[in-house]
Nanobody
Framework: QVQLVESGGGLVQPGGSLRLSCAAS????????MSWYRQAPGKERELVAR????????NNADSVKGRFTIARDNVKNTVYLQMNSLKPEDTAVYYCNAKGAAWGVMGYDYWGQGTQVTVSS
């Protein structure tokens, strides 16, 4: 049974930091590129950050460059999103995504249930 379980969300003041975690199980974690997406009320889901299978390459959305860092631990089967200098516009539900990136799992795509991040004073 595939599971992606996010944690670490919450309420934080502008300028503060949070670290999100996504624990994966039920599939070969290192065969998947991992991403964080977010969706604010009334807006479409957008890509925040992506990391390749072994962490050799990452990509961040322009809106979070220099503030957010994605990382993964293929031993713990966990992907992280370190969020610094948070702004009110970062308020959203954050979702973990796993996308198959190896032979035999291309096309597989899994989502977590999301974790709420609220940036407010």
């Amino acid at each position: 049974q595939v599971q992606l379980v996010e944690s670490g969300g919450g309420l934080v003041q502008p300028g503060g930091s949070l670290r999100l975690s996504c624990a994966a199980s039920g599939f070969t974690f290192s065969s998947y590129a991992m991403s964080w997406y977010r969706q604010a009320p009334g807006k479409e889901r957008e890509l925040v950050a992506r990391i390749t299978r072994f962490g050799g390459s990452t990509n961040n959305a322009d809106s979070v460059k220099g503030r957010f860092t994605i990382a993964r631990d293929n031993v713990k089967n966990t992907v992280y999103l370190q969020m610094n200098s948070l702004k009110p516009e970062d308020t959203a539900v954050y979702y973990c995504n796993a996308k198959g990136a190896a032979w035999g799992v291309m096309g597989y795509d899994y989502w977590g249930q999301g974790t709420q991040v609220t940036v407010s004073s």
